[in-house]
């Protein structure tokens, strides 16, 4: 097996990260939530597919991807948001609203995320601040799982940092507290900060409570 290094995806790539991302999501949730049929399923990667589609020409966003060689295969991927002050954030948004017709989400049961999220929003502002700290945001770090534990993910997280540092900004990103992904962050310079945000599992159909964690990587001194 030979994995390339971080390197730029195309349009093309856009169903092979819906699929990543969305077997990444499901496989981490199996053991705690009702599972969604095939035809949810289907209609979820649809979805996240014509997102892709448009984000992998967002101004505003960055993603890398390390490939196999062998097959061409996306092995996993990142995607970063640029530091940007939320003004021109809002800019962009509507610009592309223009451009793009809306597309929307696919009816189904409601999720934890659906409801957990506007609490990750109120995390963040406490931690960035209003107006919002400028910082790199790490949207959606995911790896097929038949390339897990080859280091790819190592390499992705550090994508922007020799920018981050030599402009003296954060790498900000938040995380299920007992996930695995948590370790991975923490072992390449994140800090968690803040208490989190939780969410009981039971209305969804699972068991416990889930919770959201925020962390940084503050900047180095360039030497």
């Known amino acids: 097996m030979r994995l390339s290094d971080p390197i730029e995806p195309t349009l093309s790539d856009a169903p092979q990260l819906a699929k990543i991302l969305w077997i990444s999501v499901s496989d981490k ?21 014509t ?64 409801d957990l999220m506007p609490k990750i929003m109120e995390s963040r502002k406490e931690i960035l601040g209003v107006p919002r700290r400028l910082n790199w945001y790490c949207g959606n770090l995911a790896t097929d799982l038949k390339y897990q534990k080859q280091g790819a993910a190592s390499k992705l997280i550090r994508g922007p940092f020799e920018e981050a540092d030599r402009e003296g900004i954060a790498c900000y990103l938040d995380t299920d507290l007992h996930g695995p992904a948590i370790k991975l962050y923490k072992r390449n310079g994140f800090v968690q900060v803040g208490e989190g945000a939780s969410i009981s599992l039971e209305a969804y159909g699972g068991q416990g409570i889930h919770t959201h964690v925020s962390l940084i990587r503050e900047p180095r001194k360039q030497v």
Do not use: C
């Open 29 to 49: 949730d199996k053991d705690r939530v009702a599972p969604l049929s095939e035809e949810e399923n289907a209609a979820k990667i649809t979805f996240l597919t």
């Open 51 to 114: 997102m892709f589609e448009r984000d992998l020409t967002h101004p505003l966003r960055r993603y890398w991807i390390i490939r196999d060689l062998d097959t061409g295969d996306v092995a996993s991927f990142i995607s970063w948001t640029l530091p940007v002050t939320e003004e021109e954030e809002e800019r962009v948004r509507e610009e592309r609203k223009k451009a793009f017709p809306p597309v929307h989400a696919p009816q189904g049961p409601r999720t934890y995320m659906d």
